[in-house]
């Protein structure tokens, strides 16, 4: 169902009544699309903390901040790296050497002059570190840098969004944020604002063919027939993998439908078959490169009314599915080591949701399996697993929510709209990609940061 509301903000009309009532003004996102494939505007690089020295934050030492190769990742990002910019599509600002409270006001200094003339649309981008449990200075100034980012990301407006992204020391760590950098400064994260990324010391795998990425992976979606799933799907084959799309025989002339569209193969199954792995493993004879669970029910109902079989099937379907299956086709050895396991969480399983105490606990579930089975996985398969929580996203689903309750679900974020399924799945690609090896036991809210549980 189309957004009527956002549609009539962008009129000379709509801005000039939403503006005297104070009503929310969302803007237009920019997403990607061969048309539009980057952001408008430069890419204006800052330091701030140890080694930024006086100005700064304007500036002045853009591109020597604590990060080594920093400002060579960021040149391949596809925008024009500059340290000054009278309107910049994008700024990062590399806050590694903030240590104290003292420093805190080099972060000020650095973005308070630029945040004004951020094209709309735009990304700012914090770079920060892991606070460390020996430095309680340190500590406190790095997990200051989140309240920071969020807050921003609250009151920056104009389609723009703002993310914090930890990096641990060493050689690695430039490179290990290249996919990352790419992903949240371009038009692939447009739903996505007031993340905290956390990434690991891992070296990145190379990327053979940056039009292909996926190209010759095969990568397994379930729940593929529709809505989010088959976006999935289809992004994933726009990256060059071979797809499997799984959903329940029930939707197999959809499902068909859908895989014929994309040059994918359907695979009719409940994967909460007994047998599930084995003919995952069957269908994919020389290994998964990804494995996307998407598929998902609902029944809600309070917890008072709710009978035993809608919570066990919700538990069935949204987590012990998920379970076993990863548990089998990691132990066989199915999923190929490089591999990546993308799970779909939901800000349910973070916030809480009235009638949904069974899918709510099913999705925390996955925030659960996915901070616990990422490092071990990584080490004993080379295998990196992360997942989406995504929030109010424009499907069929929605589209039979209470006009008033869908009203307050596009609305209740920092992006006032709802998002659209393919902003999930542009985030399970970057999770998807070779060089995203260090970006592991990660959660990613999609869901334009939602004001709940945020």
């Not at 204006?44 to 591109?63: I, M």
């Not at 340190?138 to 009151?155: I, N, P, T």
Request: with cysteine; glycine share 12%.
């Amino acid at each position: 169902m189309a957004d009527r509301y956002l549609h009539f903000t962008g009129t000379a009309p709509g801005r000039f009544l939403t503006r005297r009532l104070g009503l929310p003004q969302p803007a237009l996102l920019r997403r990607w699309s061969l048309e539009t494939p980057q952001l408008e505007g430069p890419l204006l690089h800052l330091t701030a903390g140890s080694g930024a020295g006086a100005g700064a934050g304007a500036g002045a030492q853009a591109g020597s901040g604590a990060v080594a190769g920093f400002a060579e990742v960021l040149a391949g990002a596809g925008l024009p790296v500059v340290g000054r910019a009278d309107r910049p599509g994008a700024v990062v600002l590399d806050a590694t050497g903030v240590t104290t409270a003292a420093g805190l006001g080099d972060v000020h200094a650095a973005l308070h002059p630029v945040v004004r003339s951020l094209a709309p649309g735009g990304r700012v981008v914090v770079l920060g570190t892991v606070p460390s449990p020996d430095d309680h200075h340190q500590a406190a100034a790095q997990q200051a840098l989140e309240g920071f980012v969020r807050s921003l990301g609250k009151e920056i407006g104009r389609g723009s969004t703002v993310q914090l992204v930890r990096v641990p020391g060493g050689g690695a760590t430039a490179q290990g944020a290249a996919s990352t950098l790419r992903f949240l400064l371009s038009p692939r994260s447009a739903y996505v604002s007031g993340q905290v990324i956390e990434l690991t010391d891992a070296t990145p795998e190379p990327v053979t063919d940056p039009a292909a990425p996926l190209a010759g992976r095969t990568a397994l979606v379930t729940g593929a027939a529709r809505g989010i799933g088959a976006a999935v799907a289809s992004v994933l084959a726009r990256e060059g993998a071979r797809v499997i799309a799984l959903d329940v025989p029930g939707v197999r002339e959809e499902l068909e439908r859908t895989a014929a569209r994309l040059g994918a193969t359907p695979l009719p199954l409940d994967i909460t078959a007994p047998d599930a792995a084995d003919r995952i493993a069957a269908a994919a004879p020389d290994g998964l490169g990804v494995l996307v669970h998407n598929a998902g029910i609902t029944r809600d109902r309070r917890l008072a009314n709710m009978p035993a079989e809608r919570w066990t099937s919700v538990i069935e379907v949204n987590l012990d599915s998920v379970l076993r299956t990863t548990d089998e086709l990691l132990k066989a050895g199915t999923i190929r080591r490089g591999g990546r396991i993308v799970a779909t969480a939901s800000i349910a399983g973070i916030a809480g949701n009235n009638g949904q105490t069974n899918y709510a606990a099913s999705k925390a579930g996955i925030i659960g399996l996915v901070r616990s089975l990422g490092p071990r996985a990584a080490a004993d398969h080379g295998v990196t697993v992360n997942a989406v929580a995504p929030g109010f996203i424009e499907t069929k689903m929605t589209a039979a929510v209470p006009f008033f309750i869908r009203e307050a679900g596009r609305r209740m974020n920092s992006l006032s709209q709802g998002g659209l399924p393919v902003d999930v799945a542009e985030a399970v690609a970057w999770f998807a990609q070779p060089d995203s090896t260090a970006v592991n036991g990660q959660v990613l809210r999609v869901c334009g940061q939602s004001l709940l549980g945020a």
